[in-house]
């Protein structure tokens, strides 16, 4: 009797803590949120986010400025022509951060209550599925991060290694010329700019591994719905219906979450999609020009950081997308054949809902998956070869 008291007191102090939990310090984010909290993009209000915003807002309309009045060589204006674009995209996914504060900090505390129910189920297989997602989305945050800082050094050494005098981002100062040898704003803009250079890295890519995470957890959702269907087997005739309806409840769980990610995210989507694609291009480009071997190791990097997160962006979209798709296939191999008329029924209403795939939308229209990302590096390849045989 002792050891059952004892084993109750210490599951009520683990759910205790796990309801307690502070958003910003959920596993599954890693160091995310944390971020996100530091620079007060979510969950706080300071100057951080004016310091680390008002920058990079400013730098990005005098890049658009000195790209228009610039005279100095090709490579360097297609280079400022991707720095500008990607500054634009950083500017952008920090806007719409501070405007849609509440709506974010709403989904991420819809999301921490799935995720603690999950992480109190005592299903043996619902908590390796936790574990293997959590792990996931822990190790591509880092990676990510890893890219970032990475690229964040290439910005900074670029030039270094160039034939010409320039600054990492190109910048339009009236009456300031940045490159005159006899005074020092050349050396004060470089410092300025070697220090901005992480704090956009901390706008850019928590932004990517935080929509990643959201994209895991559905699909960590539909798989615990797969493996509930797969059970009902298991059950016994006067359980099963209980349990199916709990399925078609937590289906509508899922289909709510994925439409409030949608509703976040779906345009910045396609603002990303149009800047990808003129990153890519500019970068393969950028490679051909290139006046080094430092210069093309430093382009080769920007062209990896920049695929690689796009590629985890479709990739986890394109896994959702097929995921949902299993559900209908989990249903129909729950041994349905033994269950009663009315449960059938149930049971195929379920499936037909499943027959509506979940999908990441870009622009509120077209499903994100790797089909689409193939799509999309076929016109960049062709618009590529296009300014390879002008520029020749």
């Known amino acids: 009797m002792g050891c059952e008291i004892h084993t109750i007191v210490d599951i009520d102090t683990d759910n205790m803590e796990l309801n307690s939990m502070d958003t910003v310090e959920m596993p599954i984010f890693g160091s995310t949120l944390k971020l996100m909290k530091f620079w007060s993009y979510l969950f706080v209000h300071n100057w951080r986010r004016y310091v680390a915003m008002a920058p990079y807002i400013i730098i990005n309309c005098t890049q658009y400025v000195d790209i228009y009045l610039s005279t100095e060589s090709l490579d360097f204006i297609i280079r400022n022509v991707y720095l500008a674009v990607l500054f634009t995209n950083t500017v952008v996914r920090g806007v719409l951060l501070c405007v849609q504060r509440f709506s974010y900090e709403r989904f991420i505390s819809i999301l921490k209550g799935f995720y603690i129910e ?16 959590t792990r996931l989305s822990v190790f591509i945050s880092r990676i990510n991060l890893l890219m970032g800082c990475c690229t964040c050094i290439g910005f900074v050494t670029y030039p270094i290694f160039g034939s010409e005098r320039v600054l990492p981002y190109g910048m339009y100062l009236p009456t300031i010329d940045e490159y005159k040898y006899a005074s020092p704003y050349y050396e004060i803009f470089f410092v300025i700019q070697a220090i901005m250079a992480p704090m956009g890295c901390c706008m850019y890519i928590p932004y990517t591994n935080m929509v990643v995470t959201f994209t895991l957890f559905a699909i960590l959702m539909c798989r615990v719905l797969q493996h509930k269907l797969r059970s009902l087997e298991k059950l016994k005739n006067d359980q099963v219906r209980g349990e199916l309806i709990w399925c078609i409840k937590y289906q509508l769980k899922l289909t709510g979450f994925v439409d409030s990610m949608n509703a976040l995210n779906t345009h910045l989507h396609l603002v990303e999609f149009l800047c990808f694609g003129a990153m890519l291009c500019v970068l393969l480009f950028s490679l051909i020009i290139a006046q080094t071997i430092a210069q093309t190791v430093i382009v080769i990097a ?91």
């Open 118 to 133: 999950l992480l109190q189920s005592d299903d043996p297989t619902i908590s390796l599925l936790v574990e293997e997602t």
């Open 302 to 392: 920007y062209m990896v950081m920049i695929f690689a997160n796009s590629v985890v962006l479709y990739y986890v979209a394109n896994e959702l997308y097929f995921q949902s798709f299993d559900i209908a296939i989990a249903a129909y191999e729950s041994n349905w054949m033994d269950f009663d008329v009315d449960t059938q029924k149930t049971l195929k209403f379920l499936i037909m809902r499943s027959q509506k795939p979940l999908a990441i939308l870009v622009g509120g229209t077209y499903p994100m998956n790797l089909k689409m990302l193939q799509s999309l590096l076929n016109a960049i390849y062709s618009f590529f070869t296009l300014l390879r045989r002008v520029y020749g």
